[in-house]
Each structure stands twice: as structure tokens, then as C-alpha cells.
């Protein structure tokens, strides 16, 4: 069976060396230490021996590559010839070098399963191999410690023009975490990635609309419980965002079994949270309602806000957004729900520390960062119910 990338990216080091066959006489070989290299076999014609030549490893090789190399060697082979420089030698094909070990590219491959390893959540993942992605495609050929400011600007300044500001800032950032990882291991000796934010167009801090004023947020809060322009899912969605101000991925992958009813709380796993570790949301009141509300109708279903149209997935990213713009509230983003709690909470004196762990707000410092996940549980509690009903009292008007 031919070989796909795919496959290829699947296939696990064994204990020994392995093979797969693509067909033709090319071969992906698997070392113990997980190097991926394209081989051909083919026999002499001279001697009728059997010959292997290396095509290069993967994947500064590609699949592609491989295969257009194969199939000009096997023409040299039906006219008698030795693809080989030498004859009774088999050596590596001249125009394909070996792949430098300190390329960009094998840097962010070292550094994606140093975070795999670590334990990073998948939703981190996810985004870790996109902007790797794009770094590997404008600058993995290239040695690491021959990267300078410009190459970097180069790579960030059309993300930068096309809009995406904070896309742009986070890629030059993620590029100087590679640097910072390659200067651990010794394969480089300076992060010029840091030096590269200074020419960048400053990303605005704050930019998600949120509804602060009490009076507009009852207003928002009973045009979502009043519309007939959305499905109950959603409507719930909004609701239980507004009392609980989740992030999106964390509410619309909320599941039943994650609620314990007896206890009145939601314990998200840390594979939906931003940092990766489990997060305790207690639920006030007026959440329990809603939960208990669109439990006839999706209580069967895995998750508490399946799909509409499949029962078996969830929402979809942008739902909250365009139900939003439909009751004309523009102005607030469903992010937007953890601004107003912070600001108006903030306001109202309550503990900065509640605040800032219930919003899974996780300190850089390594103790900090360790904390379990019921720190000032209790404390939240208190907070959390106190904010379900003034938020109920904003939408009695």
C-alpha cells in the first residue's frame, strides 16, 4: 500500500530499524531513535546485486520528492545503468544532502514533542502546529544560528498588513520561544526574535468588546431569554456564558457527566482549558436553572449544548457571535462576558485573587502556577453566587 504523509507522520519508532513500502523499490526507514529516512532498492544491472541509495530524510524530504527520485533511477536502471556515482557502492544521491540537525525546521520539530511530552492540552497543540507550520514554511531550510531580525520580520510582516496585528505579535513570539529552546540545547546562541517586536505595529491590549454597563447587560440578558431568532441550545449557551463567562471552547464542550448536581459545580478537564489544567466553576442559582431547563432536551446527548444538527457535535465557533449581532448587541463578544464580570466585580470590591482564579487566570510562577484547582473554592462560591443574582436583579430591569 502507497505511502501517504499521514502514514508517515503516524508511524511510531519500533525498538529496530523498519520499513515501509511505497511501491517501486522506495522505502521509508524508521530508526529506534525515530529518524525517517527515504531509501530506494534497486539491483545492479552489472551484477545483479542488490543496491540501496538514500533520498534524503524526512521531512526536508518530501513524499513527493522521494518519489520523483525513485522514478528516475528506475529509468537509469531499464538502460543498464548504475544510478549510483559508483559502481559495487551504493552512496547517497549527490544532489540531496543529508538535513542539517540544527535547521529551523528540525528545531520546531524537537520543540513540538518537547511540548507533547510535557503534556501541553490539545487545544494548545492545535495552535502550536499551525504557527509552527508557518514557520517551518518561510524559514525550516535555514540554520538556526543564521537567522537574523529581518528573516523574522519577513516572516510576521504580511500577517502583520493583512490586519491580524495579535496573529502577527504571537508568531514573532513563538518564534522566540524556538530560540529560547534552541539556546537551552546549545544548538544557538541568541534570540533575535526579541529585538523584532520593536518593529512591529503595537497590537491593541483589550480588544475584546464586552458590555460593562449594568443597565445594557440586562438589556442583552432579556433580549437573549425573550428571542425567538435562536434555537434553545444557544440561547442556553449565551445564558449559562453569561453567568459562568467560560471560554468558548470550554462552554460549548461542556458535557453532562462534568456537572456534579449534589455539589453545584462544573469541573472542566484541562484538555478544554487554555492552560491544561482542570478548572472548577461553581454554579450559581440562576446557571443550575438554565442547566435544568434544556436538560429534557439534550440530557440523552454526551454534551449539554450539542449541535442543532448533530447531536453528536458541538456548537460551532462563531454561533454565539451571530446570535449576538442578530439582537443588535454588537458591541459584546462572547469573550466579552469574562470583561464584564472582571470589571464590575473589580469594581465591587470582591477579592482580586477570586477573581483571577475563578477567571482561570494562572500565574507564570511555578508555584503559583501549581495551585490545585479548588484554591479559594469556597470564597468563589460565595462570589460566584453573588454575581448570579446580580445578574438576575440587571435582567428584572
Not at 518561510?138 to 510582516?157: A, C, H, Q, T, W
Not at 522566540?176 to 529585538?195: N, T, V
Not at 484538555?271 to 440530557?299: D, E, F
Not at 464590575?344 to 508555584?367: C, P, T
Amino acid at each position: 500500500m502507497r505511502l501517504t504523509d499521514s502514514k508517515i507522520k503516524a508511524a511510531k519508532p519500533a525498538p529496530r530499524t523498519f520499513r515501509l513500502s511505497d511501491g517501486g523499490g522506495l522505502y521509508l526507514e524508521i530508526t529506534p531513535s525515530g529518524t525517517k529516512t527515504f531509501r530506494f532498492r534497486y539491483y545492479r544491472p552489472d551484477d545483479g546485486k542488490r543496491g540501496w541509495m538514500n533520498f534524503g530524510l524526512y521531512p526536508g524530504t518530501k513524499l513527493t520528492e522521494a518519489r520523483d527520485q525513485r522514478d528516475v533511477c528506475r529509468v537509469k536502471v531499464r538502460h543498464g545503468e548504475d544510478p549510483a556515482a559508483q559502481r559495487g557502492k551504493p552512496q547517497k544521491v549527490a544532489a540531496v544532502p543529508l538535513i542539517d540537525p540544527d535547521t529551523m525546521g528540525k528545531i520546531c520539530e524537537a520543540y513540538l514533542a518537547y511540548r507533547r511530552q510535557d503534556g501541553a492540552a490539545a487545544r494548545t497543540l492545535s495552535k502550536l502546529e499551525r504557527q509552527l507550520g508557518v514557520i517551518t514554511e518561510g524559514l525550516g531550510s535555514k540554520n538556526i544560528r543564521e537567522i537574523g531580525g529581518p528573516d523574522i520580520l519577513g516572516l510576521v510582516r504580511p500577517i502583520e498588513k493583512s490586519g491580524q496585528v495579535g496573529g502577527a505579535h504571537e508568531l514573532r513570539s513563538r518564534c522566540s520561544q524556538l530560540f529560547r529552546f534552541a539556546i537551552a540545547e546549545g544548538r544557538a546562541k541568541e534570540d533575535p526574535a526579541k529585538a523584532v517586536a520593536f518593529a512591529m505595529t503595537r497590537r491593541k491590549r483589550g480588544s475584546h468588546g464586552a458590555i460593562t454597563d449594568p443597565a445594557r447587560f440586562g438589556e442583552m440578558l432579556r433580549a437573549i431569554r425573550e428571542t425567538d431568532r435562536s434555537n434553545p441550545q444557544i440561547k442556553a449557551g449565551l445564558l449559562l456564558s453569561a453567568y459562568l463567562f467560560p471560554r468558548s471552547a470550554e462552554i460549548r464542550g461542556m458535557k453532562w457527566d462534568e456537572i456534579d448536581w449534589d455539589a453545584g459545580l462544573w469541573e472542566v478537564p484541562g484538555t478544554r482549558m487554555k492552560m491544561g489544567r482542570t478548572h472548577v466553576i461553581p454554579l450559581s442559582a440562576p446557571a443550575i436553572a438554565v442547566l435544568k431547563g434544556i436538560r429534557p432536551l439534550t440530557g440523552k446527548c454526551a454534551f449539554v449544548l450539542p449541535s442543532p444538527r448533530d447531536p453528536n457535535r458541538i456548537l460551532h465557533d462563531g454561533t454565539f457571535k451571530y446570535v449576538l449581532k442578530k439582537l443588535d448587541f454588537n458591541e459584546h463578544t462572547h469573550h466579552g462576558f469574562r470583561t464584564t464580570f472582571s470589571t464590575n466585580m473589580n469594581e465591587m470590591g470582591w477579592n482580586r485573587d477570586w477573581i483571577e482564579k475563578q477567571l482561570a487566570h494562572e500565574s507564570g510562577e511555578g508555584v503559583r502556577a501549581a495551585y490545585n484547582k479548588a484554591e479559594y473554592l469556597p470564597d468563589r462560591v460565595k462570589m460566584m453566587h453573588a454575581y448570579g443574582k446580580w445578574l438576575s436583579e440587571l435582567e428584572g430591569g
